[in-house]
């Protein structure tokens, strides 16, 4: 959801979420302590002064990046705002610590967390006009195929609409463990595919990357690049990701990607995120 309701800025998800059911309220707190913790969202920023300097004396792309997901995508957003600020992009973070879902499962959670993005894009669009929206699918895109399809529809009409194309990009392998995601496992390994079908349908409105090169299939693996707690990735994630989506959406932009060294050793890795997480320096 677009407020901090994680434990790391202090806000009890159950303040938020408290005309729900026990039950639900109960989903969301353990939702909160896996997923969340590491930052705010909605931040024009990858918190990198240096790139904001480099953005302002290169010229400009004239691409602005508009960046949706749950906080798997806002542990990403300091470096891939610094890398692409570096090649003159603009970019705003819209993550969510907690949230981020376009889909409506039916269930009382995923019904306001889709309802609180959706507005958040719908201002953001008004105030940022992105040239590129962004979504990272996230781990809390349940549902059945039908449902996913119908939000990833939407997405792709709503970016258009706006002139802006739709880009999306998979979650990266998570551990399942046996909280909340272990009831909706198999619902979050069907969203992926259907992203990408509903890409390839889209007549060219949106386009589906799968970074799955980077990360496999293993959360454990030393390629997934996770955090100890398994979701997250710290720093070097964080910069390998950047630099394959950069690379990938200069593609589409028609830029071509600024030098690793330009950005990778910015302020960015400072960032409050990575200390929760108890991630390096």
């Known amino acids: 959801m677009n407020s901090n309701n994680s434990a790391c800025s202090g806000h009890h998800p159950s303040r938020r979420l408290s005309r729900y059911t026990v039950r639900t309220v109960a989903a969301a707190v353990v939702l909160g302590v896996a997923m969340a913790g590491c930052g705010g969202q909605d931040k024009d920023s990858g918190g990198d002064s240096g790139a904001k300097a480099q953005a302002k004396n290169d010229t ?13 995508a806002g542990a990403e957003a300091p470096a891939l705002g610094a890398a692409l600020k570096a090649n003159g992009v603009e970019f705003k973070d819209s993550s969510s610590d907690g949230g981020g879902t376009v889909v409506d499962s039916g ?11 959706w507005k958040q894009l719908a201002t953001n669009i008004k105030s940022f006009h992105p040239t590129v929206v962004a979504y990272q699918v996230t781990t809390y895109d349940w549902g059945s195929t039908d449902q996913q399809r119908t939000a990833y529809d939407k997405l792709v009409k709503t970016a258009k609409d706006a002139g802006a194309k739709l880009v999306m990009v998979p979650s990266p392998p998570v551990t399942i463990g ?48 996770r955090s100890s707690d398994g979701v997250h990735n710290c720093q070097q994630g964080a910069a390998t990701f ?31 995120r990575y200390g929760k997480l108890h991630c390096g320096s």
């Open 178 to 225: 046996d909280g909340p995601y272990k009831q909706h496992e198999a619902q979050m390994r069907t969203a992926a595919k259907t992203a990408s079908e509903v890409a390839k349908n889209s007549g060219g409105a949106a386009v589906f990357l799968d970074p799955s090169q980077l990360w496999g299939t293993d959360p454990a693996a030393k390629k997934a690049q």
């Open 107 to 117: 269930e009382e959670i995923t019904g306001m967390i889709s309802a609180d993005t």
């Open 60 to 72: 400009s792309t004239g691409t602005k990046v508009l960046w949706i997901g749950d906080s798997i």
């Open 242 to 272: 950047a630099k394959w989506f950069t690379v990938e959406l200069g593609k589409q932009a028609g830029f071509t990607p600024a030098p690793v060294d330009k950005w990778a050793k910015g302020s960015w890795t400072g960032d409050d």
